[in-house]
Nanobody, 128 residues
Framework: QGQLVESGGGSVQAGGSLRLSCLASGLSYGRYTYCIGWFRQAPGKEREGVASTYSGSGSTYYADSVKGRFTISHDNAKNTLYLQMNSLKPEDTAMYYC???????????????????WGQGTQVTVSS
């Protein structure tokens, strides 16, 4: 069983940038390849997938709403996931969660139901 800890959230103006980090710790994440990603949940809305990546191949997956603005990356040696968020919009305001599963990303790489381990979240607020 592993633990995920996010950091890097904050408040920015529209058009600004933020970089989120997620440290994955525990025996499983140091031993196996896994799918890991970022999800977000705005007040009154369902949690949605933002981006994910498979540690084995480096394949990446993005929600249409963030393509071209967000970049997901993973440092295998540090078991750390990053999300570089550029050109932020007020609609990006949400709690951002890191999540992982000890398996490939499969056919639904941004499905909330597919991920077993979750972090506590970090708040991102974008003002207009």
């Amino acid at each position: 069983q592993g633990q995920l800890v996010e950091s890097g959230g904050g408040s920015v103006q529209a058009g600004g940038s933020l970089r989120l980090s997620c440290l994955a710790s525990g025996l499983s994440y140091g031993r196996y390849t896994y799918c890991i990603g970022w999800f977000r949940q705005a007040p009154g809305k369902e949690r949605e997938g933002v981006a994910s990546t498979y540690s084995g191949s480096g394949s990446t997956y993005y929600a249409d709403s963030v393509k071209g603005r967000f970049t997901i990356s993973h440092d295998n040696a540090k078991n750390t996931l990053y999300l570089q968020m550029n050109s932020l919009k007020p609609e990006d305001t949400a709690m951002y969660y890191c999540a992982a599963q000890i398996m490939s990303c499969g056919v639904r790489p941004l499905s909330v139901a597919s991920f077993t381990d979750w972090g506590q979240g970090t708040q991102v607020t974008v003002s207009s």
